[in-house]
């Protein structure tokens, strides 16, 4: 086991790590930018060391300073916690050859679940379901004519090379779809380089289900089972639950073994979670992509299993094996996550960064619990990611996990900044949220207009 673990985050999530590896006896050392000299987690931690200043590409994404200051306190492992270099292969593996321990998976798995299309081939060879479309790059407009005519309209044409919402167009008609082809893949060429493009049906609406997997430097490798998190806006999760209402036990336990293979294929070690997209119509589901990290939601299934993901993240980064087998591995009750982020809903949800002068958290109860890192007189600085809170509520049932969620929210009481706790609170509240009748287009489409207009 490690002595010395630095965590190369911010915020509530490198709080929460401090916490997990003082729990294991192990020391840690937090790095900060200069915006981030009064932050919680470089107060928290046993060593604290600045490497730069306030924007994040001269410090938490300096790969170099994060290293320099692992190899001079002596640490002994990286954690990457969410966001920043957690998905980045070329700091894994710069880890890796000083000598240092990333707590994730290798640059190469990252590398090779990063690749859409070979992320597809090798999900096709593990036998996981894939979103109907081509079997590989698609280079011409009528080779995608013919695909998309095989496996139906609407379809998403998407660069081969792509990232950041570049050579991506939806196509809802045939006629449509040479103009679009063309223009996508001049976009991608001028954006990456490679004008290649593939396609993929749409799925839409549809539920966004996601399978959390524990792998360990054995070969071993277990789900604990699956969260729901279709409630999204712009492509970012605003709440999040565990089980999902729209799946019963015999999907449950093939998207789960489905998870398991997909991690297996590639040679997966340490946490990471297999994202589907689930056809209610139809009753099937889909691989969507893996994420090579822990994630913000990570709590409501520590809530509904008891197990510590960041522990177990710790332990298997060490080399140690999986403790628990998956017929071991139990469900408990339903759980809920709610993001707080300091952002003003009625302008577009524009960031609300200041100063915190009243902040009471409602952090009592059975099964609730806040993970924060922020305090009365702390500074949320303009520089970084809005979100200052989770608020995560277990009960034995869902309705029971839904009224916790609200009277929390309710005592939820912060001053000096703008936040989204009444958007929250309306949102937990509403009555097709309540009943478990939504998918990925429900808060856009539905919830958001009616919102707007009170």
């Not at 036998?127 to 013919?146: F, M, T």
């Not at 966004?208 to 071993?220: K, M, P, S, T």
Request: negative net charge; hydrophobic residues 45%.
């Amino acid at each position: 086991m490690f002595s010395k673990i630095l965590i190369a985050n911010r915020g509530e999530i490198a709080v929460r790590i401090i916490r997990a590896a003082r729990e294991l006896g192990i020391e840690t050392v937090a790095v900060y930018s200069e915006a981030d000299k009064e932050a919680l987690h470089a107060i928290l931690a046993d060593e604290a060391i600045c490497i730069g200043p306030a924007r994040s590409v001269e410090s938490y994404l300096n790969m170099n300073a994060v290293l320099s200051a692992a190899v001079v306190t002596g640490a002994q492992a990286i954690h990457p916690g969410f966001g920043f270099l957690s998905e980045n292969s070329k700091f894994a593996t710069m880890c890796e050859e000083v000598g240092i321990k990333f707590i994730g998976p290798s640059g190469q798995v990252m590398d090779a679940m990063g690749d859409k299309i070979n992320a597809r081939t090798e999900m096709i060879k593990a036998q996981v379901p894939v979103i109907p479309g081509s079997d590989g790059e698609v280079y011409n407009a009528d080779e995608a004519l013919e695909i998309a005519q095989r496996i139906g309209y609407p379809v998403m044409l998407k660069a081969s090379a792509g990232g950041g919402g570049k050579g991506i167009r939806k196509v809802e008609r045939a006629e449509d779809l040479i103009a679009a082809f063309e223009n996508a893949s001049a976009e991608a060429q001028a954006a990456f380089g490679n004008g290649a493009m593939y396609l993929e049906r749409v799925i839409y609406p549809a539920r966004h289900i996601e399978v959390q997997i524990l792998a360990d430097q054995q070969g071993n490798v277990i789900h604990l089972g699956e969260r729901d998190c279709s409630i999204q806006r712009n492509n970012q999760k605003v709440l999040e639950e565990s089980p999902s209402i729209a799946i019963g036990k015999t999907m449950r336990d093939e998207i789960g073994a489905s998870a398991v293979r997909a991690a297996q294929s590639v040679g997966y070690e340490n946490a990471g979670t297999i994202e589907f997209l689930l056809d209610e119509a139809k009753g099937e589901f889909y691989f969507m992509e893996m994420n090579t990290r822990v994630q913000v939601e990570h709590p409501v299934t520590e809530f509904v299993t008891g197990i510590d993901i960041v522990k177990e993240q710790i332990r298997l980064a060490a080399g140690e094996a999986l403790s628990i087998t998956q017929e071991e591995v139990t469900f408990t009750g339903h759980a809920i996550e709610c993001r707080i982020n300091a952002e003003n809903p009625a302008f577009n949800f524009a960031p609300s960064p200041g100063t915190i002068t009243n902040l009471h958290l409602p952090a009592g109860g059975v099964g609730l619990r806040v993970d924060s890192a922020v305090y009365p007189g702390y500074t949320i600085p303009p520089y970084y990611d809005s979100m200052i809170a989770k608020v995560i509520v277990h009960g034995e049932t869902r309705f029971e996990a839904l009224m916790k969620m609200q009277r929390a929210l309710y005592e939820f009481d912060i001053d000096g900044v703008m936040t989204n706790v009444d958007f929250q609170l309306n949102l937990i509240s509403d009555e097709h949220v309540v009943a478990g009748d939504y998918d990925t287009a429900y808060l856009a489409e539905h919830f958001l207009p009616s919102y707007q207009e009170k």
